[in-house]
């Protein structure tokens, strides 16, 4: 999983030209690696239960607390990172910061043994008074919480294109294996139980990708799109999981061996459902929306 999608959106948007020269360039060019560390121990889905605390002290900020599940956490040369910055209540105490991993007192406290998504590292990371510099504050003092929950649109976004390569990669490896393989004298694609099922999840796929373009026609014309973005990514996660939990299955005990291919998506598409919000999160958001 790619950090840089998620942490650079709020320096693009809120970032500073200094902040925008330094590090956003460097990352889109592949120069610099980035990681978004806003999840805490006890703080994922309720994000504004962060304890991560940043204390003004002259021209930076002291920082002090830890962060989990960060991916690119062991080999980020900079972490987005959200704190706490007042212990006003509500939302308006928090504040959004570059914060680079050379800084004194930042350590990587542990590489995590992971599921899925074995090829991207995930880390915990630990703060103890990192001083950092005023100018690496991204955007307003106090609004944080805002900025990112708008860089999370982005995050959530990228999920809906994702599934729909992840589900027709996964029918179409599928489809070639049965095709050679022989059950009851006969290739077992020419089980109409089985090709229904296929043709099921490529209908769902084809209305997921039309509905990621209905979402870019209205970014396009600057419309609020985060309904649409939390609904998108939940049905990616069903649809990527429903499909892999189907096609693991047609490959029989061949899928449970870790050498195929299909047995990596399945472990990798655990992580749709739970990764840059959970499926019951994107529900509260949506029935929110509607006023339900
Ligand atoms: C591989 C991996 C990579 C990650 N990368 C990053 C990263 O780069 N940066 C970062 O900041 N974070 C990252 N995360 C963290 C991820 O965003 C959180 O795991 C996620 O938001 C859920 O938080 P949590 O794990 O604390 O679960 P919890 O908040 O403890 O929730 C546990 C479960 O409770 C249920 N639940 C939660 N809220 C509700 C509700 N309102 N109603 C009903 N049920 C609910 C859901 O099923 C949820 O999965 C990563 C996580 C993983 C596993």
């Not at 959004?96 to 990587?108: E, H, I, R, S």
């Not at 599921?115 to 630990?126: N, Y």
């Not at 429903?242 to 005990?253: H, P, R, V, Y």
């Not at 919000?277 to 006023?291: D, F, H, L, Q, S």
């Given at each position: 999983m ?9 320096i ?5 030209e200094?902040?925008?020269?330094t590090y956003l360039?460097?990352?889109?060019r ?20 962060l304890?991560s ?26 972490l ?15 504040s ?6 050379n ?101 769902e ?88």
């Amino acid at each position: 999983m790619n950090g840089r999608k998620k942490a650079t959106p709020a320096i693009y948007e809120f970032g500073s030209e200094y902040l925008k020269e330094t590090y956003l360039k460097p990352a889109i060019r592949g120069e610099m690696v980035a990681a978004i560390a806003v999840t805490e121990p006890d703080a994922g889905s309720d994000v504004a239960a962060l304890k991560s605390y940043a204390k003004k002290d002259g021209d930076s900020y002291v920082l002090n607390g830890s962060k989990t599940y960060i991916t690119n956490g062991t080999q980020a040369d900079f972490l987005t990172l959200l704190a706490r910055t007042s212990d006003d209540p509500g939302y308006h105490c928090f504040s959004l910061f570059v914060v680079p991993t050379n800084l004194k007192g930042f350590a990587v406290s542990r590489k995590l043994d992971k599921l899925g998504m074995r090829s991207s590292d995930t880390a915990e990371l630990f703060f103890d008074n990192v001083r950092i510099p005023a100018e690496n504050l991204i955007g307003v003092e106090g609004e944080g919480f805002i900025q990112q929950m708008q860089q999370f649109q982005h995050e959530r976004f990228v999920t809906m294109p994702g599934a729909y390569v992840g589900v027709r990669n996964a029918i179409a490896d599928t489809v070639e294996y049965l095709k050679k393989r022989i059950v009851f004298g006969k290739p077992l694609i020419t089980k109409q139980a089985l090709r229904h099922q296929f043709a099921d999840w490529l209908a769902e796929a084809e209305a997921l990708r039309q509905f990621t373009y209905h979402i870019v026609r209205m970014k396009m014309a600057r419309m609020d799109v985060s309904k649409e973005v939390s609904m998108g990514k939940l049905i990616s996660a069903k649809l990527i999981q429903k499909t892999l939990d189907g096609c693991i299955q047609m490959f029989g005990g061949a899928g449970f061996m870790n050498e195929m291919p299909i047995s990596r998506a399945f472990r990798d598409s655990r992580l749709s459902s739970v990764g840059g919000g959970a499926n019951e999160v994107m529900r509260e958001i949506i029935t929110k929306m509607e006023g339900i």
